[in-house]
Nanobody, 124 residues
Framework: QVQLVESGGGLVQAGGSLRLSCAAS????????MGWFRQALGKEREFVAA????????YYADSVKGRVTISRDNAKNTVNLQMNSLKPEDTAVYYC?????????????????WGQGTQVTVSS
């Protein structure tokens, strides 16, 4: 079992940056593909980014590509999401997830564990 706790959300102006962190419990962190998803008010949860077990491969949604970087530290059981050039449309609750599949890393139903989410609000 893995427990995930996100942090780092907040209010930022358009064009600003935020760094989200996700701390995982348990000794099996490195076995999981890790992903970040987001859910805006009234919308479905959508894929943002994912990273392979070793951290050597990353995947991004087209909407954030070039502005967002996902990274992980298996020694510290953490996964981070650096977000730059933020836009008002990035406003959402951001969730960290563990599990996934390299064949369907964008599919939220393939992830087994979820954090409680952290709010990101980007003002125009």
């Amino acid at each position: 079992q893995v427990q995930l706790v996100e942090s780092g959300g907040g209010l930022v102006q358009a064009g600003g940056s935020l760094r989200l962190s996700c701390a995982a419990s348990g000794r099996t962190f490195s076995r999981y593909i890790m992903g970040w998803f987001r859910q805006a008010l009234g919308k479905e949860r959508e894929f943002v980014a994912a990273i392979s077990r070793s951290g050597g491969t990353t995947y991004y949604a087209d909407s954030v590509k070039g502005r967002v970087t996902i990274s992980r530290d298996n020694a510290k059981n953490t996964v981070n999401l650096q977000m730059n050039s933020l836009k008002p449309e990035d406003t959402a609750v951001y969730y960290c997830a563990a599990g996934g599949s390299i064949y369907s890393y964008t599919d939220k139903d393939k992830y087994d564990y979820w954090g409680q989410g952290t709010q990101v609000t980007v003002s125009s």
